[in-house]
């Protein structure tokens, strides 16, 4: 599985210090209802849980089946890219001679917003942890 395929978990989400069942639900429901596929992330992992999540790369999920999801046990929503044409930038850290990350600095993505014409405060950017 690439980066590019394993979806985003929405900045919201990462501002909740509890996140329950009913509140991961719901915001798939939400994205879902806006023409995107989703995924539940397990808790403290960056990968969708469960094997057979690659049929939503081609196949429109139905709220049915977001439902069925076990939300219990996620931490996070996942979005699959491509689907109704949601599409994700994933800029990555560099690493040093001794394999330290070196954060993306700011301006990198200040340049990239500007380049596509969003504002500096676009409300879809997230940074992770990982920088």
Not at 44 to 50: D, I, L, N, T, V
Not at 110 to 128: I, K, N, Q, V
Request: without cysteine; proline residues 4%; aromatic residues 10%.
């Amino acid at each position: 599985m690439s980066k590019n395929d394993s979806g985003i978990v929405p900045q919201t989400l990462h501002n909740v210090k509890a996140i329950n069942t009913q509140t991961l639900r719901n915001t798939a429901l939400d994205f879902h209802s806006w023409g995107a596929n989703v995924l539940n992330i397990k808790r403290g992992e960056k990968w969708p849980m469960g094997k057979s999540w690659g049929q939503w790369k081609d196949k429109r999920q139905t709220s049915d089946d977001v439902t069925r999801f076990r939300w219990d046990y996620a931490g996070g929503v996942g979005v699959v890219a491509g689907i109704n044409n949601w599409r994700f930038i994933d800029i990555d850290a560099n690493e040093d001679d001794e394999e330290n990350k070196i954060p993306v600095p700011a301006i990198v993505v200040d340049l990239l917003l500007d380049a596509l014409g969003l504002p500096e405060d676009y409300s879809w950017t997230w940074r992770s942890g990982s920088g």
